[in-house]
């Protein structure tokens, strides 16, 4: 009888006693957000997103005009996924790297989550021990400085405040979260960033993401989808996973690419989407082309001679192409009004593979 009893009081206490023992809640994303990487497991089963960098603020010719979009001026639809870029928030003189103000940053942001798209934010952040950009590759000691123990850790705390507090400010109208995929640390297996390949240490690389989580976190920051993205370095799965910063942080599986010579870019498009499909279906995780493009698409069937055939064997979520700069001259990525890749652009939105935004609400994806 005795025995009876002790076991039903076991049962009675133990959820209590598994809840003590689970990991606490910071680290739990809010239901939107969830509910954003289910969606992007889902969307390879109807075709792959269109995305662009800065879509809303600025194209050729033109800034700040409301609602206008040189995609949207194109094929007469959003894209699915817009892109910002947070880089230098950290300085908190308001505006970023390229000029916009984070201010109207997050207007654009809420207006496109309205419109049921989906944001992705890069961070080119500066140098924290040159104080020069993110480029600036002088110094190979940042990425341990800014490490615990580091003369340059406190510091680089706050900066990492600031992303935190601007991703947690992120909100519809009546005041829910929005979800975004944040993917810091890119391109990483090139050394062109000050926490590039040959400008850290695997561990060193895998600390400072460990590090940027856990802040994050720490902050209550539950808004955001992780995205890992490399460049195109890696040869195979082994060499995309050595600087991984591990399944718990991760939560998309990306890479960025750019087209110089044709051949060359559907080489390593075919490499790193075969290595991404891979890990993808590995750790159960969606997969994306987190940044791509020709620059001035001088090339009148790029995107349904090149872009489409390639991507439409693989099970992606989104593709992004990079911005369409006004103020450097020939740098844009997808194609304006009198643009010579216009009628194909058409012709890769027409096709049935291809999702933009009023397509997420048509599928009610
Ligand atoms: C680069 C270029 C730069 C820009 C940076 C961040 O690829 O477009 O001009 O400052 O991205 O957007």
């Known amino acids: 009888m005795k025995i009876f009893k002790f076991i039903f009081v076991i049962m009675l206490i133990s959820p209590v006693l598994l809840s003590c023992s689970q990991k606490p809640v910071e680290g739990k994303k809010t239901d939107s957000t969830v509910a954003l990487i289910r969606k992007l497991n889902q969307i390879p089963s109807h075709g792959f997103m269109f995305g662009h ?5 600025y194209g050729i010719g033109w800034e700040g005009d409301s609602d206008r979009s040189d995609v949207k001026s194109v094929c007469g639809d959003y894209p699915a996924v817009i892109s910002f870029d947070l880089g230098r928030i950290e300085k908190r003189t308001g505006f970023n790297l390229d000029k916009i103000s984070f201010e109207k940053i997050r207007k654009e942001i809420v207006k496109h989550h309205d419109r049921g798209g989906i944001i992705s934010l890069s961070w080119h952040v500066d140098n924290p021990v040159t104080m020069g950009d993110s480029w600036d590759t002088s110094d190979s000691t940042v990425v341990k400085s800014v490490l615990p123990g580091g003369k340059k850790h406190d510091m680089f705390i706050c900066w990492l405040d600031i992303v935190a507090d601007y991703i947690n400010s992120l909100k519809t109208k009546n005041g829910t979260k929005i979800p975004v995929i944040f993917r810091p640390w890119h391109e990483h297996t090139g050394s062109w960033f000050w926490w590039g390949q040959k400008l850290c240490t695997d561990n060193d690389y895998k600390e400072l993401w460990r590090m940027t ?31 991984y910063p591990g399944d718990d942080i991760v939560d998309l599986i990306g890479f960025d690419t750019y087209q110089f010579e044709r051949s060359d870019y559907i080489r390593n498009l075919e490499k790193s989407l075969s290595i991404v499909t891979q890990v993808g279906r590995f750790k159960n995780k969606p997969i994306a082309i987190t940044e791509t493009g020709y620059e001035a698409i001088p090339d009148s069937s790029w995107w349904t001679e090149t872009l489409l055939p390639v991507i439409a064997r693989y099970p992606v979520s989104y593709v992004l192409v990079w911005r369409n700069a006004r103020e450097k001259e020939g740098h844009y990525y997808a194609p304006y009004p009198g643009q010579q890749s216009e009628n194909d652009f058409v012709r890769f939105y027409n096709n049935t593979n291809t999702i933009f935004v009023s397509d997420i609400k048509k599928c009610d994806l």
Do not use: C, F, I, W
């Open 53 to 57: 960098h800065d879509d809303t603020v």
């Open 213 to 243: 989580y856990d802040h994050m976190n720490k902050r209550n920051v539950n808004n955001v989808v992780y995205a890992y993205s490399p460049g195109s370095e890696p040869e195979n799965t082994a060499e995309y996973l050595q600087r």
